[in-house]
């Protein structure tokens, strides 16, 4: 196993609100002198969406000019792997490297900390840092709707609405389903619902299944009179919209509302705040 120095790359166009975006990873072995990275040039649609004024060409100009220091420091530490004496002051040269990156920078590339990990292979850790950091593998659609879910709890405090929506099993004997926020009448019956659903797979077919998953749930609920009132789907719509996932979005859209849902995408504050006060 190898001791193993990583710092995550950050894209920080505007220093006043201090927000950054994840772009890539630089990581160093010194007892190897490895030095590698990768960044992300090709998908960056959902950095330059997210910081909204940022233009594309602007990233990319950015990036490549990252690119092209990296390289140049990856190469000098490839030619000094030959020569595992060449230290200064028991630095490795990848190390200085690395030490040299994280000097306080005024651009818009920033870089996290140092940070530690232990692994046998570097390059294969290198991928997944950067599946974790940059691509967010974490991020499942359950992950990202308790995210959601989290916002939604936000807003109704905001509201004062809270006390008025809790989480509930509905169930007609043999299916059950959660819901997060769910008014019951006196009867136990939900006549309002508020449930959150991620529509921003990667795979089209995946984003309709996750649309017909929940579909199936309320017609069922509602065959069995366990739902009889409103429902309320706020959407996370895919950042990324090729043809095919777009049309698969829409097509999960109609379906939720074919079930008699109100379909808002979630970052539309002002409708859902009004969809709120109207339940």
């Known amino acids: 196993m190898e001791t193993l120095l990583y710092s995550i790359v950050r894209f920080a166009p ?9 772009i890539g990873i ?44 990296l390289s140049r420091m990856k190469r000098v530490s490839n030619q000094n792997m030959r020569q595992p004496s060449f230290q200064f002051k028991d630095q490795s040269v990848a190390n200085l490297m690395l030490q040299e990156l994280l000097r306080k920078r005024e651009g818009m590339i920033r870089f996290s900390e140092i940070r530690m990990t232990v692994a046998n292979d570097a390059a294969s850790e290198l991928d997944r840092l950067n599946r974790y950091y940059v691509d967010k593998e974490f991020i499942t659609p359950v992950y990202t709707e308790l995210v959601m879910e989290r916002e939604i709890r936000q807003s109704l405090k905001a509201l004062e609405m809270s006390g008025r929506y809790s989480a509930v099993r509905l169930r007609d ?20 619902i508020i449930k959150p659903i991620s529509l921003s797979q990667e795979r089209p077919e995946t984003i309709i299944e ?36 777009y049309a698969a979005y829409l097509e999960a859209r109609e379906l939720l509302e074919s079930e008699g849902g109100t379909v808002v995408l979630s970052t539309d504050a002002e409708t859902i705040s009004r969809e709120f006060r109207l339940r």
Not at 217 to 226: I, V
């Open 14 to 22: 505007f220093s006043e609100t201090e927000e950054f975006a994840n």
């Open 173 to 192: 004997g043999v299916y059950q389903a959660k819901f997060p926020f769910v008014h019951q009448s006196d009867t136990g019956i939900a006549d309002s």
């Open 26 to 69: 630089v990581l160093v072995s010194p007892s190897l002198n490895f030095f590698d990275f990768k960044l992300q040039r090709k998908k960056f649609s959902r950095v330059t969406h997210f910081f909204g004024e940022t233009s594309p060409a602007l990233f990319r100009a950015a990036v490549g000019n990252l690119q092209d220091e």
């Open 210 to 245: 996750h649309a017909n998953k929940w579909v199936y749930a309320f017609k069922r609920l509602r065959t069995a009179r366990r739902i009889q009132g409103e429902v309320l789907f706020p959407v996370r719509k895919p950042e990324q919209e090729t043809p095919s996932r």
